[in-house]
């Protein structure tokens, strides 16, 4: 402020009110940026690494049970807090729950063999204190999109802010969200829908098998998103610059193998 007062060669006192509101708001932005990203970046004292695809459950109101009748009993099974109580509601024993617990049950009522990180503080969601500590070649969300939308945000929210490069897929009821960071190959069935949203600020050197490609193209919320694409050619590859921020690859739930695939290799559906 005070540079740009003697680049004017002015008083600030005298310097437009608008310019005073304008670097308030943008003081104010870039303190939520700074410490929200230092909440995400910071390294958590209890952090758990896995070798295989781990499946971590939210409490949002959608069906469960249609997708982890699909996935492998052998998973690891993680619940963020009240995603505890909706698989016990169906039968089923996570391995661990992670979160504030201000939504799950008396731990009184579990097995002795769950394990419990109790994680205090209302700066971040209980989904973000998750993603923050697992450590993954593929983390499978249910129970994070859709039904609710301010909880759809949220874990959109949460995919932002991450500072790892782990793939992330969130599952819903219709579709499914893939979180990448890097280049990315998938078998998809010409005709698809598939749509790109980025999480943050990401340009594209390359892709193939897109109605519209994304070659040269700089996304970023606001100002340039890619809904609603179209599969003409298979495989789909997409090129992603170095440093971005990451980006989202959003395609109807009957795809969920193959996005599984593109990150890890094998479908496990």
């Known amino acids: 402020m005070l540079y740009c007062a003697r680049n004017l060669n002015c008083e600030p006192s005298v310097l437009p009110k608008r310019y005073f509101v304008y ?3 943008e003081a104010i932005a870039l303190r939520v ?6 909440l995400m970046s910071k390294n958590p004292e209890d952090s758990f690494r896995f070798s295989t695809a781990v499946i971590l459950v939210g ?19 993680i619940a963020a807090d009240g ?11 996570p391995n661990m729950i992670i979160g504030d617990m201000d939504s799950l049950i008396s731990p009184d009522t579990l097995p002795s063999s769950v394990k419990i990180i109790h994680l205090s503080g ?9 993603l923050a500590r697992i450590e993954a070649p593929l983390i499978i969300g249910l129970g994070f999109l859709e039904a609710r939308f301010d909880h759809s945000l949220a874990a959109i929210h949460a995919l932002m802010c991450l500072r790892h490069d782990h793939p992330v897929l969130l599952v819903g009821d219709t579709d499914a969200l893939l979180r990448l960071t890097g280049d990315v190959e998938m078998t998809m069935p010409v005709g698809s829908r598939i749509s790109i949203w980025p999480l943050g ?31 003409i050619a298979t495989p789909v590859s997409i090129v992603a610059t170095s440093g971005g921020d990451g980006y989202a690859v959003i395609a109807p739930i009957k795809m969920m193998a193959e996005l599984i695939t593109a990150v890890i290799g094998e479908s496990l559906v």
């Open 23 to 25: 670097i308030l708001k």
């Open 33 to 38: 940026i700074i410490r929200h990203k230092s």
């Open 59 to 77: 409490a949002s109101p959608v069906a469960l049970e249609p997708i982890l009748a699909k996935l492998p009993d052998g998973l690891p099974l």
């Open 83 to 93: 995603g505890a109580s909706k698989l016990l509601d169906l039968g089923r024993v």
């Open 122 to 130: 209302q700066d971040d969601t209980d989904f973000e204190k998750c």
């Open 201 to 231: 600020r990401q340009s594209f050197e390359a892709s193939a098998g897109l109605r519209w490609p994304l070659t040269g193209l700089e996304m970023a919320p606001g100002e340039m998103i890619g809904i609603s694409n179209e599969v």
